[in-house]
């Protein structure tokens, strides 16, 4: 699953790499906890990780607009761009540990390479 395009422009600016780069471990918690752990960092283009800042605030930019459609208090409103965008945060984290260990599913389930 790739990043929305606006943080790929944001990405692009602050020179981070915004695909998912599997941590390379073997055992299961420590990849799982690089798959977490990778929700809230990035890599920069030299390859070291930093900051998560362009996908961390996408989410919440994200929901934010969604919420300006919502047919509701101001309040209410709110309340929904925070919670919209602290579900989409975790949601990252199923999606990551997807990413993390597909190779391993597509090979030993779906017998390919």
């Given at each position: 699953?790739?990043?929305?395009?606006?943080?790929?422009?944001?990405?692009?600016?602050?020179?981070?790499?915004a695909?998912?780069i599997?941590s390379?471990?073997?055992?299961?918690r420590?990849?799982?906890?690089?798959?977490?752990?990778?929700?809230?960092?990035i890599?920069?283009?030299?390859?070291?990780?930093?900051?998560?800042?362009?996908n961390?605030?996408?989410?919440?930019?994200?929901?934010?607009?969604?919420?300006l459609?919502?047919?509701?208090?101001?309040?209410?409103?709110?309340?929904?761009?925070l919670?919209?965008?602290?579900?989409?945060?975790?949601?990252?984290?199923p999606?990551?540990?997807?990413?993390?260990?597909?190779?391993?599913?597509?090979?030993?389930?779906?017998?390919?390479k």
């Amino acid at each position: 699953m790739e990043p929305p395009h606006y943080s790929l422009t944001l990405a692009a600016l602050l020179k981070e790499d915004a695909r998912y780069i599997a941590s390379g471990q073997h055992g299961f918690r420590r990849r799982l906890g690089h798959a977490v752990l990778y929700c809230f960092l990035i890599c920069n283009t030299h390859g070291r990780p930093t900051s998560n800042a362009a996908n961390i605030p996408g989410y919440n930019g994200a929901t934010d607009i969604s919420a300006l459609w919502v047919p509701a208090e101001r309040h209410k409103a709110l309340r929904y761009a925070l919670s919209n965008g602290s579900e989409s945060l975790e949601l990252s984290v199923p999606v990551s540990a997807l990413q993390e260990f597909w190779p391993d599913i597509s090979h030993k389930v779906l017998r390919r390479k």
